[in-house]
């Protein structure tokens, strides 16, 4: 049976960095007989053109009906002006809630090739694989009540809620668990249990799960250490698991260890590991239309696609490889140029993956 990929390359530079990513990805349809069949449709500032609305109720029931999406990036000063109700990234917030995609897996993987590209020292970082895996569809940044408001003194006020049952924090606690079985067997989850009652029940539950899991060793860190430890010493992770606000600021601290954000993929699951999955970075407006946007964090989002979507780890294996086997060509887009290596603008660099995934 074939396999339904919406295609979805939104803004900016998301047109151009998803037609490497198809080049590649049917490549690998035709090498590995994937059986995968592509259609495209628009989402975000393309969608407002188009439909008038950043995600258009047919474009949601495709979404809904195909087996995993690929998407670029939405966004752009074009609509930033616009009504916030319709703007591009409510498209995007509404696709992921829709589709229950409460598993945000965003790898930071660090090409040995690029260790110099990192703000950290080479030694801090070269091997650097690490997964973090965040909640992405509750806690404080959907909880209610929320409200700013002005005291009868006069002053403003304002406050949020950050809410988690019991059921949010199992599920995604087996999604970290399931990737720390499958990668180096270790999951650091991480809460703020010494001050918030939601993370004393994060807490709780995770050690309920991990019974489960007796192959996996669990340990447990504050966020605030966390996040000083993410920077001292990134190596001591293999799998983190986290709420939704937390994953949001560590994970984009982690994406920085390896150099550029044109490199970073990530997956967006649902229970049925039905996944939408992109690149980490946004529309890139400051670049559009060059042709020099750095297609690799797309093509990279495919084989996360073929992994965990459609069990096809062969395939995914090797775009991996691919990619490494390009840069090993010393082939780079600006974003991780440096000195001794070729600079390549987005369509050079998405031939050179295809042809280094040919030759394999
Ligand atoms: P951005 O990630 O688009 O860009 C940040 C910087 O990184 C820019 O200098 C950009 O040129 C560079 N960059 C990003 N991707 C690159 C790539 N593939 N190759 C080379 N350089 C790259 O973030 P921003 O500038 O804060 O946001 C721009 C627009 O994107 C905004 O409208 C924002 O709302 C939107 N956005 C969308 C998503 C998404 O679709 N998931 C995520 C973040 C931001």
């Known amino acids: 049976m074939s396999k339904q990929i919406l295609i979805l390359p939104g803004d900016g530079i998301g047109p151009e960095i998803m037609a490497e990513a198809v080049k590649v990805l049917n490549l690998a349809n035709d090498k590995y007989t994937l059986g995968v069949e592509l259609s495209f449709d628009d989402l975000g500032g393309a969608a407002i053109d188009r439909y008038g609305v950043p995600l258009a109720d047919a474009t949601l029931a495709r979404a809904k009906a195909a087996d995993a999406i690929?998407?670029?990036?939405?966004?752009?000063?074009?609509?930033?002006?616009?009504?916030p109700a319709i703007r591009p990234e409510r498209g995007l917030l509404k696709i992921r809630s829709q589709l229950g995609l409460f598993g945000n897996l965003r790898p930071a993987i660090l090409y040995p090739q690029l260790a110099d590209a990192s703000s950290l020292k080479r030694e801090i970082v070269a091997g650097l694989d690490i997964l973090i895996v965040r909640e992405l569809t509750g806690g404080i940044y959907f909880g209610s009540p929320r409200e700013s408001k002005v005291l009868e003194n006069g002053e403003r006020m304002a406050y949020d809620t950050l809410p988690y049952s019991e059921s949010e924090i199992r599920r995604i606690?087996?999604?970290?668990?399931d990737m720390a079985r499958v990668r180096g067997k270790k999951l650091c989850s991480v809460d703020k249990a010494n001050v918030l009652a939601s993370s004393q029940l994060w807490r709780a539950v995770v050690i309920e799960v991990a019974k489960d899991y007796p192959d996996v060793e669990l340990s447990h860190m504050y966020v605030d250490n966390a996040a000083m430890q993410l920077v001292r010493a990134p190596k001591q992770f293999?799998?983190?698991?986290?709420?939704?606000?937390?994953?949001?600021?560590?994970?984009?601290?982690?994406?920085?260890?390896?150099?550029?954000i044109g490199m970073l993929p990530s997956a967006s699951l649902d229970a049925n590991n039905k996944g939408m999955y992109e690149p980490c970075h946004g529309s890139a407006p400051d670049i559009a239309g060059q042709g020099i946007a750095n297609p690799l964090a797309t093509i990279l989002s495919v084989s996360m696609m073929l992994r965990y979507s459609f069990n096809e780890a062969a395939a995914a294996d090797a775009i991996e490889l691919a990619v490494s086997n390009v840069l090993d060509q010393g082939l780079r887009t600006g974003d991780i140029h440096s000195a001794g290596t070729t600079k390549v603008g987005t369509t050079a660099m998405g031939d050179a993956v295809v042809e280094a995934l040919r030759s394999l």
């Open 70 to 83: 690929l998407l670029g990036a939405v966004g752009g000063p074009k609509w930033d002006a616009i009504d």
């Open 173 to 177: 606690a087996r999604v970290g668990f």
């Open 238 to 260: 293999d799998v983190m698991v986290t709420d939704n606000m937390f994953g949001d600021i560590l994970s984009d601290e982690a994406s920085m260890l390896t150099g550029s």
